[in-house]
Every structure is written in structure tokens, then in C-alpha cells.
């Protein structure tokens, strides 16, 4: 879904004029993370992606205060921009 746009963004030093904020998906539950946004520049295409797959089994007292990073126990978490652009 289309979340906002932003005038301007930087990204590994370059700078980017109207940039687009798509949300690819955003769900949790007591098991299952799953996130990915991505960032559009105008003229260029896709400059940032954001993907957070995460599962766990940790459901007891306590675990639910726990940042996914922590309590995860497989998964990834994986975060891709542009280097360059022609």
C-alpha cells in the first residue's frame, strides 16, 4: 500500500528528490513476523528494501516484550539500496 511520499531522502550519500513509500506487507502474530517497505525516486526506480521474515516458537511469559531481533529463531532480516544509478 501506498504509505507517503517524501520530498527528499538520502541513501548511501546520494539524494533523492520525490521519493515514494510503498509497504510491501506488515503482520504479526505470537509466531510469525512479517514487514518489507520500499522506497521509490522519481526517475530512477527503486532505491531502498526493507524485508524482516521472522519466525519463533518463544510464547511464554516474558517473550512478548522481547524486540523480534531477540526472541527470532530463524529467519532473516535484509536491507538493500542503491550503490548507483545511471
Known sequence: KYVEEIE?????????????????ADDENAIERRFSMEYYAENVGLIKREVH?????????????????????QGFSLIQTIVNYY
Open 8 to 24: 527528499s531522502m538520502m541513501v548511501n550519500g546520494m539524494e533523492f528528490q520525490n521519493v515514494i513509500q510503498v509497504q510491501q
Open 53 to 73: 521474515i521472522l519466525d519463533t516458537q518463544c510464547t511464554a511469559a516474558g517473550c512478548e516484550d522481547l524486540a523480534w531481533e531477540d526472541k527470532a529463531e
